[in-house]
Antibody, heavy 118, light 110 residues
Framework: QVVQSGAEVKKPGASVKVSCKTSGYTFTRYGITWVRQAPGQGLEWMGW????????TYAQKFLGRVTMTTDTSTSTAHMELRSLRSDDTAMYYC?????????????WGQGTQVTVSS | QSALTQPASVSGSPGQSITISCTGT?????????VSWYQQHPGKAPKLIIY???KRPSGVSNRFAGSKSGNTASLTISGLQAEDEADYYC??????????FGGGTKVTVL
């Protein structure tokens, strides 16, 4: 099971940190990938982080604004997005991927709505 | 990295077969057998239905089939059912543990 933290409302320029807690899996055998979906739009891959060794890759678009981490003590991954803009308003999803970042995304969390508004 | 190209919409009658294409380049779809497909019903999280081009996860109906030819991957849904009405997204590995999604296809069951 993959359960994400609750909805967030932030002002432009602020930061948001979304959590993704796993259960029923050996956390360090996986990586966590993050995907977002703006209202009425398609899926956008943001990056991934390995719970095994901390390896990570971020999509070019988010370099310098995003940080993805894992906490093996709580089997939880976190995604922090900084300098929020209105076009960051989206549903943010996490999903499991292999520990080396290859393959498909399964299962997915339920999503976390992030709204950026002044 | 540009998004993979999918048709915006595809429709079919119950019982028919439909195919959704996903066109990339020889740097992504054409280079790697790491294409996956996701089904998303309104207001729900995406669900994996095909991985590594042709493989189905346990529990996914065998009415879903994936294939690839050159730079284009395809998802075929046979015996179309009302419950198949959803958005479908392809996704490809593009190297250096980086991925790209298609723009999504809305499937309508007439």
């Amino acid at each position: 099971q993959v359960v994400q933290s609750g909805a967030e409302v932030k002002k432009p320029g602020a930061s948001v940190k979304v959590s993704c807690k796993t259960s029923g899996y050996t956390f360090t055998r996986y990586g966590i990938t993050w995907v977002r979906q703006a209202p009425g739009q398609g899926l956008e891959w943001m990056g991934w982080v390995s719970a095994y060794n901390g390896d990570k890759t971020y999509a070019q678009k988010f370099l310098g604004r995003v940080t993805m981490t894992t906490d093996t003590s709580t089997s939880t991954a976190h995604m922090e997005l900084r300098s929020l803009r209105s076009d960051d308003t989206a549903m943010y999803y996490c999903a499991l991927i292999s520990a080396v970042g290859l393959g498909s995304f399964d299962p997915w969390g339920q999503g976390t709505q992030v709204t950026v508004s002044s | 990295q540009s998004a993979l190209t999918q048709p915006a919409s595809v429709s079919g009658s119950p019982g028919q077969s439909i195919t959704i294409s996903c066109t990339g380049t020889n740097s992504d779809v054409g280079k790697y057998n790491l294409v996956s497909w996701y089904q998303q019903h309104p207001g729900k999280a995406p669900k994996l239905i095909i991985y590594e081009v042709t493989k189905r996860p346990s529990g996914v109906s065998n009415r879903f089939a994936g294939s690839k030819s050159g730079n284009t991957a395809s998802l075929t849904i046979s015996g179309l059912q009302a419950e198949d009405e959803a958005d479908y997204y392809c996704c490809s590995f593009v190297g250096r543990t980086t991925y790209v999604f298609g723009g999504g296809t809305k499937v309508t069951v007439l």
